[in-house]
């Protein structure tokens, strides 16, 4: 069934009609996202897919303008272009390096050149079923595009034949670009337009499918290692403060310690003194001062005894106000 007044089938515009408001959204995608690298992969293919239904529907027509051979050209040109692109899409959006050749110059010997000679062909003939035969080409080009995609996955997942993503991309790929750089035997045996349409277009979707699932699983795992990264620098951040905060009551303490050393031998305290000194002002018991010297506790209250009488005070607090020990932090 042909869409009034075309010879476009109402599959293929349903098709059109599809991809349409996929374009929509990887263009709006492309806006929000400018540093993707990806996405413009996308709508290339979209682009020249689109372009492919559209022509490939419409054309030939009587009722449009220009001669048969010219809308025939223009049909064949998009069924040539589009396969042409896969190679590089599928080298580019799935990282297969053992696709470059056919990305980069295999399209061009196999698929483009093979293109001029069919309008070639077609122009001296004036007859399209001979200038098909030219098609055999990019047919036999398509089987060796197939081993090379396998090559091309084995070498991609090296240490990882059986894993589950590995069968899904695999599967995808042969599904999808099979019939695409196929195309040239789809036009070869005048398959109908709804066949046609409905084999391409439906492994293009699932190529974009592919696609766009794993750059969603690439996206979100972009998003937890930022939230990861961001909880850590909380973290960080908090730990450092407390790192500052311990390193600043240390100077402040190495500081009194010093003015209380200071003071000490204005008094003449011996060495012992001063380091039991050192042990008062920061808070420790008689005890804790004797077993930290390993001294006797008796012996740490004679020397404490000579240290009041030297400063002449009666007491801890007023010796270590008079040793200016207020600064200095008390254990905890």
Known sequence: MLLPG???HWVTFGFVCVELVILFYLLIHRFARPDSRTIGLDISLITLLLVY???????PDPNLPGSFFVQECIAYATGFITPAYFPYYVYKAFGLEKMEFHARRGVIYFLVLPYFLFVTVFAIRDDLDHAKNILVIPVVYALWVLVTLQKSIRFKYT???TSRDVKEEAS???FSLTPWVGLPFIAYFNLSQSVEATVTNTGFLLLLALHVKQTVEQVRNEHNRLIASETQLLTWNEQLQKEVDKRTKELERIGAEERILQNCHIYRLTGREKEIVLFICRGNSYRQIAESLFIA???V???VQNIFDKVNVSNKLELLNKLGATAVGQPG
């Open 53 to 59: 239904n559209i022509t490939g529907g419409l054309l």
């Open 6 to 8: 075309t010879e476009m």
């Open 301 to 303: 209250t004679k020397h």
């Open 159 to 161: 240490h990882s034949h």
């Open 172 to 174: 995808v790929l042969f």
């Open 297 to 299: 506790e008796r012996t």
